[in-house]
């Protein structure tokens, strides 16, 4: 079946990019492993305007419904390749075509993979001190990491917290200079260095977390900042280009190096935020919209 724009990722981004591409009249079809994204995985979010202490996942179920309103299609499908034309095939075996191509397909969040982690998600453990660490007022918490991104997740919760623990598995946090001086300068935040989670223990909510080291922190939150991993790949072998991290390099129209593919929201370069996500998802839209355009012209 032939389309206008496909869309890739149903997370903020990619939703986004379907309510507009449906006011341009396009016809669109959303192609998502599972609807939501990494947003609908956060069990409160503060940041997203006009939407104050929702959780993520009511989030995303309200873009989702604004874009089937507008009448795009969605089909939860996983996507394996994209061939020149553009044809998307899916794990499914399902092959659609259309004029233009977003892929907004998010990042993949690293995990710990220890007991624990997936029990107490939203119970104490948590990957995103923006959206959760209001909730975590007086507690006691740890940040697992050592990039610059930990250490900012630090000096966040520092602000709710009344103790935070820096978990980082080498001798020295790698943030950048500013950010480092903050850390050491901030008398609430604690570095417990050469040491990996092994084990996150509690009841009803995080209590506790175990280290290799054979110590164990009593805390009430966990947040992981290990990484993630941008899915970016889909469209390397096209000439897209991707950076070092394996984002998809665009400019501010959210084009790419390959002609009538757009990329939008996690997978690229941009702040990593529910709210930017869906800003140029609308960009991506637009340009595909111009793009669909240009090529009837002809």
């Known amino acids: 079946m032939a389309y206008d724009i496909i869309i890739i990722g149903g997370g903020p981004a990619g939703l986004t990019a379907a309510i507009y591409a449906r006011r341009y009249e396009m016809k669109t079809l959303v192609i998502a492993k599972e609807m939501g994204g990494q947003l609908a995985n956060a069990p409160h979010v503060d940041n997203y305007p006009?939407?104050?202490?929702?959780?993520?996942?009511?989030?995303?179920?309200?873009?989702?419904?604004?874009?089937?309103?507008?009448?795009?299609?969605?089909?939860?499908?996983?996507?394996?390749?994209?061939?020149?034309?553009?044809?998307?095939?899916?794990?499914?075996?399902?092959?659609?075509?259309?004029?233009?191509?977003?892929?907004?397909?998010?990042?993949?969040?690293r995990h710990l993979n220890v007991p624990g982690e997936k029990e107490f998600l939203g119970k104490g453990v948590s990957y995103c001190a923006t959206c959760d660490g209001p909730l975590f007022r007086d507690a006691v918490v740890g940040v697992v990491g050592g990039s610059d991104s930990a250490a900012k997740e630090a000096l966040l919760l520092a602000e709710y917290a009344k103790k935070v623990y820096i978990i980082y598995r080498r001798g020295k946090i790698r943030a950048e200079p500013a950010t480092a001086h903050e850390v050491e300068a901030n008398p609430k935040i604690e570095m417990?260095?050469?040491?990996?989670?092994?084990?996150?223990?509690?009841?009803?909510?995080?209590?506790?977390?175990?280290?290799?080291?054979?110590?164990?922190?009593?805390?009430?939150?966990?947040?992981?900042?290990?990484?993630?991993?941008?899915?970016?790949?889909?469209?390397?072998?096209?000439?897209?280009?991707?950076?070092?991290?394996?984002e998809i390099e665009m400019d501010m129209e959210c084009k790419t190096a390959c002609p009538g593919i757009f990329a939008a929201g996690d997978v690229t370069p941009a702040w990593k935020q529910a709210v930017v996500a869906a800003g140029y998802g609308a960009v991506a839209a637009y340009s595909a919209y111009n793009y669909v355009k240009s090529l009837e012209a002809k």
């Open 50 to 109: 006009g939407l104050p202490d929702t959780s993520g996942f009511d989030i995303m179920k309200k873009i989702e419904e604004h874009a089937k309103k507008l009448k795009a299609e969605t089909i939860d499908e996983e996507v394996v390749e994209i061939k020149e034309g553009f044809k998307v095939i899916t794990r499914e075996g399902h092959e659609y075509e259309a004029k233009a191509v977003v892929v907004a397909t998010g990042t993949e969040r």
């Open 192 to 246: 417990v260095y050469n040491a990996n989670v092994t084990k996150i223990s509690g009841d009803a909510m995080v209590k506790s977390v175990e280290l290799d080291t054979g110590k164990t922190l009593e805390l009430e939150g966990l947040f992981i900042e290990i990484g993630g991993v941008p899915v970016g790949s889909l469209v390397e072998k096209l000439g897209c280009k991707l950076n070092e991290r394996g």
